[in-house]
């Protein structure tokens, strides 16, 4: 929850350190690539069992027109 309350960059710092750096990758090409006017980006702590939390994140946007 700390890393939570440091901010959506504190997040992405913390997932790329703990290996997925693919799905940053996404995310980022995603994001490079979306209208920034109808971005939204959502994440919670999902608590998958006593002994392990995930980060989960979602992501919902439209394409920029070309």
Known sequence: MDTFNKGLNAIFALASNVGYGAALIGIKDFMEKADKSELSLRY???????????????????????
């Open 44 to 66: 919670w702590p999902w608590d998958f069992n006593e002994n392990k939390q995930y980060l989960t994140m979602g992501l919902i946007g439209r394409f920029q027109q070309i």
